[in-house]
């Protein structure tokens, strides 16, 4: 079976590990994501590496392409300190996720080690390929937790954290097999990397309307998650007078509203409101209590921040407005970060071999690229979706645009080895 092939036959059984019964939902440190790195662990070692999972539950895949001196190949049991290059992307989902978004990144990293075992190419450093533990934030409504511990900036302090059954971050980590307190060796020392690869699906429609396989990233746009709650009085629906009313609902349902609206006069600006919690919740009952999320990005940290300013003062003028209280905290912040060039333009050499036009694009989603060049330089590849479809089930892709993406990430590996030695 050709290696693109293979790819996509290992992205739907990996799309059938789920902690939810019938769709796509894998999140951080659960029973599925401990069936998939235990499946994704023997894929990577089939292709020729060592595997370790992390005090955080990244994966990781360790591939030495080079004797030293004759001498036997380093292992991460007794790791050398030659340089590293790093491919990966994340093993965890949204609810109700697509398949290809993070697993295709790992995937494509583990079949380019797979070629280059096949084709016994010798390398002046090793490969290392991460699965990272948590991209999506979904299960502690933070994002990067993978990413950050391997990149030394995981605050200690989001330890606790609860999810929506209680139970702390923390504890999560040691049921999953981990160790809270020993994150800080997990940190990849930056010295030793040569620089950050990831491989993902677009997610958009910029590709599929130039018509082009893949395209290289220019930045990923920096995003404020934040929790909001109105805080209102719940009372009798048929008996209290819309006068006299402090319905938090209504107060939401007016802050959405203005939300979508801010966004769509600033050019650039996403916001969206993702998940609602109206409290008690019955429908004869005045909704007392609403907690709603906020996402917001832009890739224009000035931009993005001064629309948080003025979302939150229009939440406090509607509160006000409807005499309720109102609480918020930001959970999650990450600035917009650049792909490196150097590195960029080593891609853009490999993506001219395979397709006429070298696109550059910028990322409105997130990705574990944006937390690791804070270590090391990182470049991302995007491979075209199917009508832009992504954080759906419909998400997909073509295995012609895997294959051309793996022609792409095995001629970079090669271009930089060369420029390397
Ligand atoms: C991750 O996919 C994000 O951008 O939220
Ligand atoms: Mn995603
Ligand atoms: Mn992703």
Request: aromatic share 4%; hydrophobic share 45%.
């Amino acid at each position: 079976m050709n290696a693109a092939k293979k790819i996509m036959q290992r992205i739907e059984t990996l799309a059938r590990i789920t902690d939810e019964p019938g769709r796509l939902t894998r999140t951080f440190a659960s029973p599925a994501m401990r069936r998939a790195n235990g499946l994704v662990a023997k894929w990577m070692r089939a292709a020729g590496m060592e595997t370790r999972v992390d005090a955080m539950g990244n994966l990781i895949g360790h591939f030495e392409a080079k004797s030293e001196d004759g001498k036997k190949p380093s292992s991460i049991l007794h790791p050398s300190s030659s340089p590293r290059l790093l491919l990966g992307s994340h093993l965890d989902t949204v609810r109700n996720a697509g398949k290809f978004d993070g697993p295709l990144g790992v995937m494509l990293g583990i079949a380019c080690v797979g070629e280059l075992r096949r084709k016994k190419t010798q390398l002046p450093f090793a490969i290392e390929v991460v699965g990272f533990a948590d991209e999506e934030g979904v299960r502690y409504q933070s994002a990067y937790l993978g990413s950050k511990v391997l990149a030394g900036s995981f605050d200690a302090k989001e330890l606790r954290r609860k999810d929506a059954a209680g139970i702390a971050l923390a504890a999560a980590i040691k049921i999953f097999g981990g160790n809270p307190e020993k994150l800080k060796s997990a940190r990849l020392d930056p010295k030793n990397l040569l620089g950050y690869l990831e491989a993902h699906i677009e997610q958009g429609p910029v590709l599929e309307g130039k018509n082009l396989a893949v395209g290289i990233v220019t930045a990923i746009a920096g995003q404020t998650r934040a929790h909001v709650t109105f805080i209102g009085h719940a009372g009798h629906a048929g008996t209290t007078p819309m006068a006299r009313r402090q319905d938090a609902l209504c107060a939401a349902a007016e802050f959405i509203l203005a939300t979508e609206k801010l966004a769509r006069k600033t050019p650039g600006l996403v916001a969206t409101v993702g998940q609602l919690k109206a409290e008690p919740g019955a429908s004869n009952v005045i909704p007392g209590e609403v907690k709603l999320t906020l996402d917001l990005r832009h890739a224009k940290d000035s931009i993005r921040r001064s629309a948080h300013l003025a979302l939150k003062k229009n939440a406090f003028q509607i509160a006000h407005r409807r005499k309720l209280k109102i609480d918020g905290e930001v959970v999650h912040e990450t600035a917009a970060v650049a792909c490196s060039e150097k590195l960029s333009g080593l891609l853009a050499l490999s993506v001219r071999r395979h397709q006429k036009k070298v696109l550059r694009l910028p990322s409105g989603a997130g990705h574990d690229a944006a937390i690791m060049a804070g270590i090391t330089p990182a470049v991302m590849l995007f491979i075209r979706c199917k009508n832009g479809i992504s954080h759906h089930p419909n998400e997909s892709a073509k295995a012609e645009d895997v294959r051309v993406a793996l022609g792409v990430m095995s001629d970079f590996i090669l271009r930089l080895a060369k420029a390397h030695e």
